[in-house]
């Protein structure tokens, strides 16, 4: 059983910068892929970026060259950089843990609430 709890959020300018990070409670060295994800109000929960155990990433292309997800086993932990901040960023951003293709995206944090005024 894998805990996460993320934090960081808050409310920025656009143009402005947030790093979200998530901390898990048990080793995530044996988890296959860790991502945030996002949910803005009336949308669907959406894949922001992830990262695999070999360290391979993947991001949404409305965040491509702008948000930076990394992990670090050693700490438990998987971080995103946010930089260059738009109003549509504006949602509740989870952190999330796969531990294999076959279990899916099984365990979640409780959310973060992330705010960005024009």
């Known amino acids: 059983q894998v805990q996460l709890v993320e934090s960081g959020g808050g409310l920025v300018q656009a143009g402005g910068s947030l790093r979200l990070s998530c901390v898990a409670s048990?080793?995530?060295?044996?988890?296959?892929?860790l991502g945030w994800y996002r949910q803005a109000l009336g949308k669907q929960r959406e894949l922001v970026a992830s990262?695999?155990?070999?360290?391979?990433?993947n991001y949404a292309e409305s965040v491509k060259g702008r948000f930076t997800i990394s992990r670090d086993n050693t700490k438990n932990t998987v971080d995103l950089q946010m930089n260059s901040l738009k109003s549509e960023d504006t949602a509740v951003y989870y952190c999330?843990?796969?531990?294999?293709?076959?279990?899916?995206?099984?365990?979640w944090g409780q959310g973060t609430q992330v705010t960005v005024s024009a």
């Open positions: 999330g843990a796969a531990p294999s293709l076959v279990a899916g995206w099984r365990y």
């Open positions: 048990g080793s995530i060295f044996s988890i296959r892929t």
């Open positions: 990262v695999i155990s070999g360290g391979r990433t």
